[in-house]
C-alpha cells in the first residue's frame, strides 16, 4: 500500500487542461520529484492533494482512504510554498508551533516541540525573531520545520528554492533531503529545475502540458528517456542525423577528434565555454544549420583547438 | 541660493501656522475670554479668560444625551461596517479579484448621490417596510456606514494588498487551521493596523456628520453643537474646541499604534541584518 496515491486525476480551469489522468503512487517515505517545465500541472497537482483545488475527476489516496471530499485543513498535508509563507505577526516559534496551537496541544508542549523542531532545521537561536528579521534560506527552513511540527501524512514541497540564490539553495535542498531521509517522511517535491530534481529525488515524475511523459529514478530517467521530450528536458542531448534517421545522444557520449578522417560527423567550432570541471564546446555540422552543442571533458581537448577549428566528432564506445 | 532654499520652507511652515493657528486662537478667545467680541484685541490677550461657558455647556443635560447619541451610533456603525466590509474585502482579493473594481466603485456612489436624495430614498422604503426603525437614533448606522464605507474599503484594501493573502491562507490551512482560526489567528492581527485605521476614519465620519441628522431630525452631537450655536455661542465653541483636542489626541494615539508596528518591523530589521 502505497503512502499517497493520485489515481486517474484530472483537472480543467475552462478550457485549459493542467492535469490529464494524472496517476502516480508514492511509497511510504519515498521522495518523489515532479519535474517539468513551467505551466505543465506541478502546482495543480500539488494542491490538489492539499485539497484547496477540487479535481474533476479521479481520487487522492492517503493509504487507502480516499481523502477527495476532505477539507485541506483536515488533510494534515504538509505543505511549503514557493513565496514565503511565515505568519508575519507571529515569531518564529510561533511560527513553527502553528499547526499545534490550531490542534489544541498545550503550551508547554506546543514549545517543546517548536524548539526540538527547530534544532532540527538548525535555527534553534532564532526562535524569538520575527520572520522578517532571518533570511530567505531560513524562512525557507523555519516554513519546513512549521510543516513538519504538525506531523503531517505528507510534506508537500512547491519550488521551494526557486526565491533562493544559488548557494543557499543547494543548501537548503540537502537540508530538504536529510530530513526526508531521518524522519521517513513521503515528500512530493516540485521543480522546474532538472538539476534539483535530479540530486534530490528517489524518483523523478517527468511532465508536459498535464500530462505525465516518464516516472523512474533519476538515473533511469537520464539514461533511458522514454520520450524526445524526457531526453530534452533532462539534461542536454544531441539530435544527430544518421543514415536517414536522427539520432539522441548526451554530449558527455561524444569524442570530438582532430586527426580522424573518418569522424562520424565533421564541422567548426562555434564556441568554447569553459565551465570549470568542462569545457562545453559548440559545433555546427557540416551541411547543417543547427549547431549542435557538444560535451567534453577540458582534459580530453587539445590546447590548440580554437573557434572556426574544422574538427571530427564520433560516437563514444559504449 | 542657500539663503532661499533655507529661508522658503521656514517661511512655508510660518505661513502654515498663522492659516491654522490663528482661526483657532480666535476661537479660543471667543469661547474662553468674559470680553465683549467687539473689545477683543492685543491689550487684553491675557485677560479674563474662563472655561465658565464650556462648563455650562458641557453640564447641559441636552449635550450629555446627543454625546452619547452619536457615541453608541460612531460603535454600531464601525461594528457593522468591519462585520459588512473584512469579509467582502477578504472574499474579493481570495475568489474574486475581478470584482474588485466593481465593489470600489460601490463603496463610492453614496458620493455621487446626493445626501438629501439617498435620504428621501431610503426613509421612504423604511417608512413602508419598517416605520419603527426610522423613529430610533440608530436608522442613521446604515447612512453613517454607507458614508464611511469608501475609507473602509480602501484602508482595508491596502492593509490585504500588503499580505500575500493566498498564501498565508493556505499555509494556515495546511497545519489545520479551520476557517474560523485562519480569520481569527492569522488574518486579523495582520488586519491590525488597517482596522484601527477605518475605525478611525468612521468615528471622524460620524461625528463630524451633519446633514443626514437634520433630515433626520436626530439628536446627534454635530446637531446640539449647531443648535446651540444660537443659545450658548461661547459654550458651543468652547465645546468644538474641546473636541478638536480630544480628536487630535486620538489621531496621535492611533499614529503612534501604527508607527509602533512599523518600528518594531525597522529596528529589528537592524538586528536582523547580523545573522549570518
Ligand atoms: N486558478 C487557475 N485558474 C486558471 N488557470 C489556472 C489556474 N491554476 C493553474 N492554471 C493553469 O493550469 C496550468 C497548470 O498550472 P500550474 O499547475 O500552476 O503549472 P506549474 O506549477 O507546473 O507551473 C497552467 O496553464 C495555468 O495557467
Ligand atoms: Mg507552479
Avoid at chain 1, 284 to 297: C, F, G, M, T, Y
Amino acid at each position: 500500500m502505497s503512502a499517497l496515491e493520485f489515481a486517474n486525476v484530472s483537472k480543467s480551469f475552462g478550457d485549459v487542461n493542467a492535469l490529464i489522468n494524472f496517476s502516480i503512487a508514492l511509497e511510504q517515505g519515498e521522495l518523489v520529484s515532479l519535474l517539468g517545465p513551467s505551466g505543465c500541472g506541478k502546482t495543480t497537482a500539488l494542491r490538489i492533494a492539499a485539497g484547496f483545488e477540487t479535481a474533476d475527476t479521479g481520487s487522492i489516496l492517503l493509504g487507502s482512504t480516499n481523502i477527495i471530499g476532505l477539507p485541506a485543513h483536515e488533510r494534515r498535508m504538509g505543505m511549503v510554498f514557493q513565496s514565503y509563507s511565515l505568519f508575519p505577526h507571529l515569531n518564529i516559534r510561533d511560527n513553527v508551533s502553528f499547526g499545534l496551537r490550531v490542534r489544541g496541544v498545550r503550551n508547554e508542549a506546543r514549545k517543546k516541540r517548536a524548539d526540538e523542531m527547530l534544532d532540527l532545521v538548525r535555527l534553534s537561536d532564532l526562535g524569538h525573531r520575527m520572520p522578517h528579521q532571518i533570511s530567505g534560506g531560513q524562512q525557507q527552513r523555519v516554513a519546513l520545520a512549521r510543516a513538519l511540527a504538525a506531523e503531517p501524512h505528507v510534506l508537500l514541497l512547491d519550488e521551494p528554492l526557486s526565491a533562493l540564490d544559488a548557494k543557499i539553495r543547494v543548501e537548503v535542498r540537502d537540508e530538504i533531503r536529510r530530513l526526508n531521509r531521518d524522519l521517513g517522511v513521503t515528500t512530493m517535491f516540485v521543480t522546474h529545475d532538472q538539476d534539483e530534481a535530479m540530486s534530490i529525488s528517489d524518483r523523478i515524475c517527468v511532465m508536459n502540458s498535464g500530462v505525465i511523459e516518464q516516472v523512474g529514478s533519476p538515473r533511469d530517467v537520464y539514461d533511458n528517456p522514454a520520450s524526445s521530450f524526457v531526453a530534452h528536458f533532462v539534461g542536454s542531448i544531441n539530435s544527430l542525423p544518421k543514415g536517414n534517421t536522427q539520432t539522441l545522444i548526451r554530449p558527455e557520449n561524444l569524442v570530438l577528434t582532430t586527426h580522424d578522417q573518418n569522424a562520424q560527423w565533421r564541422g567548426a567550432i562555434t564556441d568554447i565555454t569553459f565551465v570549470g570541471a568542462f569545457t562545453k564546446i559548440s559545433v555546427r555540422l557540416e551541411n547543417d544549420d543547427a549547431p549542435i552543442s557538444v560535451l567534453a571533458i577540458s582534459t580530453q581537448i587539445d590546447h590548440n583547438i580554437a573557434i572556426g577549428l574544422n574538427i571530427g566528432i564520433n560516437e563514444a564506445a559504449q | 541660493m542657500k539663503f532661499f532654499g533655507k529661508i522658503w520652507p521656514r517661511l512655508y511652515i510660518a505661513v502654515a501656522i498663522v492659516f491654522f493657528v490663528a482661526p483657532l486662537l480666535s476661537m479660543a478667545r471667543f469661547a474662553f475670554q468674559r470680553i465683549p467680541v467687539i473689545s477683543l484685541g492685543k491689550d487684553n490677550l491675557f485677560k479674563r479668560w474662563t472655561l465658565d461657558g464650556l462648563f455650562t455647556t458641557l453640564r447641559d443635560p441636552e449635550f450629555m444625551h446627543s454625546l452619547s447619541v452619536s457615541l453608541k451610533i460612531t460603535l454600531f456603525t464601525v461594528v457593522v461596517l468591519l462585520v459588512i466590509m473584512v469579509p467582502t474585502t477578504l472574499w474579493v482579493h481570495l475568489a474574486a479579484p475581478r470584482w474588485r473594481g466593481v465593489v470600489e466603485t460601490v463603496t463610492i456612489l453614496p458620493y455621487v448621490v446626493p445626501p438629501i436624495a439617498l435620504v428621501v430614498g431610503v426613509s421612504g422604503t423604511y417608512r413602508s417596510i419598517a416605520p419603527w426603525f426610522l423613529a430610533s437614533n440608530y436608522s442613521l448606522v446604515p447612512f453613517y456606514a454607507i458614508l464611511a464605507m469608501p475609507f473602509t474599503f480602501r484602508s482595508l484594501d491596502v492593509g490585504i494588498k500588503a499580505l500575500d493573502l493566498r498564501t498565508l491562507v493556505d499555509a494556515a490551512k495546511s497545519l489545520g487551521a479551520s476557517s474560523f482560526r485562519v480569520m481569527w489567528n492569522v488574518l486579523l492581527p495582520n488586519l491590525r493596523t488597517s482596522l484601527i485605521n477605518s475605525a478611525f476614519l468612521t468615528v471622524t465620519v460620524v461625528l463630524g456628520e451633519f446633514t443626514i441628522a437634520s433630515l433626520l431630525l436626530k439628536r446627534t452631537l454635530p446637531m446640539y453643537m449647531a443648535q446651540a450655536q444660537g443659545r450658548e455661542p461661547q459654550g458651543a465653541l468652547g465645546l468644538g474646541l474641546l473636541i478638536l483636542v480630544l480628536t487630535t489626541i486620538l489621531f496621535t494615539l492611533v499614529s503612534i499604534i501604527r508607527k509602533k508596528d512599523a518600528t518594531s518591523i525597522s529596528s529589528k530589521n537592524i538586528n536582523g541584518g547580523m545573522v549570518p
